[in-house]
């Protein structure tokens, strides 16, 4: 297995500096200190090392949250540099600008497409490096050495080199720009279903996850929060608590109270005895009720024209038959199963942070932000992390923790309950989708309109992103900037309309608009963004329009779909892998077929319905997500993703009364359970082209098929989430 660096004393103690060494691969943009490099090593890139002692060492830039690429990105390497993938040492890396494109976040699915060219050119470069170097000692063309298994061979000869004998005679060379990458027909690790690296230690216990974090003398905190939405703190009693065991402070930290105590039960049980007044503050009055009367009124207004083909109002005129619909869709958490958490270490004008994010240059930003400290004095190390789905690109609870610690003048561990968790998220926006669409006599749709009352996730975040800015800027620029961009967006966030303006059916006259409705409820990245919208919407009324045209749903589809050859694959893949047409007895079936993150993923669900219970049985899925670096992980990720999203079709709705969320745990924001879950199927197309995304693109489609399955069933059409028949 490969050695993957994070037993519970490496991570805290660091890496030991070995001498000499070799570091290979694309030139940076800019100079910049490569992160974690031996002692002596060459430096032309901060992914890959060798060194003397033979160690090939990769630094994951990425961050490991269950989707797989502490397996993938290595292997992505390690199949040009002509080395088993498992004998690669990965190391976590830490903040670097060799790293930002333009900021060091793992999301958009995108860990493997964008390290896919990066790292095949990579370890072709220390290859050829390599070889080169070997055959210089030989004195022999290079053309008469072959690097295979972490050694170059003299060929015809018994004579070889390890490469690290070769790392610093390497290292004296000139990094070729274009190397020659291998043929895919000759790839030995990628396309095949490598056993994860990180299995044993996340088995065994060793992998470090932020709740494992234990620095010395560490206390824990936590925070209580105002539960409405930009309310205020007017007051608070806490002798009491004070004076609870084991409790060594209770202050206010931005209009939050932290108890921090030597465990978190002392913690937990301290805030309970503080006696706390809080302003409700503007929002106070909101709630989902007066949310949807909103949309309502909204509606009615023409709103910002996002794609304008033809003319849909002749259309409209010259209609045998028009369709109307209107379909919603609610805020979601993303309820990670590991609540959010950070253990922060202030000390002497500088601070050491330990946290599971999905963004450790943004923590860093938040971090100095918060304490008024330059950057490079904030140390970020990214843990595993038990669920990210979008959450922990926004890790509001890094600078919480560093304030905390500063305050005690000691390392603190921040915990965040469940109910923190639910009650305080940055959530999944509602939204409210107008649908109308033109027949004509044969069936055949000629005009598509949607119109999408929504708020602008991207605005939501600005100020969250404008702490991130270079820090060079001045903040009146920034400021500037936010303000320009905040006009911008509201309606022109491509989070609020991907997936339907964007769809692939071949439809004459198409018109798509958003209506900006911002309420205030705080919006944050969920596992596939707008795409989990707007899928449902799209699909479910395409399903909607081929009952109208009394077609088969697939046929439907395909008949639109001629133009669209990945699209017209995968639905094909999925029809024939899932029996189209014949379900199970007593299940009725449903399709979807979505593109997001570059990949086409189609899906067949039987569900069956028991007194208005709806059961999903089995969920079929074909997806094209490109040349597949590791089809057991695609497999994985596709199954991870319709659970997910099956959860959010069937269960999930955040509900806002007085300013505030009203569920709090899992009993009133209910997950599948084990024995809930369908047996899920996962059939991958062929494909030669570069990989696209495979982490969110599954969850998109499972909705609507749900939903069109459900219809046939009972005849009821479903067009709000979460999925209910009867009262």
Known sequence: MSEFHLNRRAFLTGTAVVAGGLVLGIPAQRAVAMPNARAGSFQTNAWLQITPADEVIFQLDKTEMGQGVLTALPTILAEELEIDPRRILVELAPVNKAFQDPIQMTGGSASVSQRWDILRTTGAQAREMLVAAAAARWAVRPDQCRADNGRVLRVGTDESFSYGELANDAAKLRVPKK???KDPADFKYIGKSLRRFDGTEKSNGAAIYGMDVDVPDAA????IRNPHFGGSLQSFDAAAARNAPGVIDVFDVNGAIAVVADTYWHATKAARAVSVTWDKGPLGALDSAAIRAAWVEMAKEGGHSIRDDGDTK???????????????VPYLAHATMEPQNTTASYRDGACEIWSPNQGPDVAQALAADALGIPRDKVTVHTTLMGGGFGRRGIPDFVPEAALVSRQVKRPVKLIWSREDDMRHDFYRPATYNVMKAALND??????????????SMFRSLLPVLGKV???????????????VAGSLVKTRDPTAHEGAVDHPYAIP???VAHVYYDPGVPLGFWRSVGHSQNAFVVEGFVDELAHEAGEDPYKFRRRLLQNSPRHLAVLDLVAEKANWGNPTPG???GIAVHESFGSVVAEVVEVRVVDNDIKVQRVVCAADCGLVVNPDQVHAQVESAVIFGLTAALRGKITIKDGAVEQSNFHDYPLLRMNEVPIVEVHIVPSTNSPTGIGEPGTPPIAPAVANAVFVATGTRLRSLPLTLGA
């Open 179 to 181: 190397p020659a990458l």
């Open 220 to 223: 824990v905190a936590i925070l």
């Open 314 to 328: 002749s259309a409209l005129t010259k209609a045998a038959s028009v369709l109307d619909a209107v379909y919603e």
């Open 442 to 455: 044969q069936g055949q749709v000629q005009s598509w309109s949607h119109k999408i009352v929504a708020p």
């Open 469 to 483: 800015a270079p820090e060079w800027m001045p903040h009146w620029l920034t400021n500037s900037l936010s303000a």
């Open 509 to 511: 006259n198409v018109d």
């Open 587 to 589: 299940t009725h079936q």
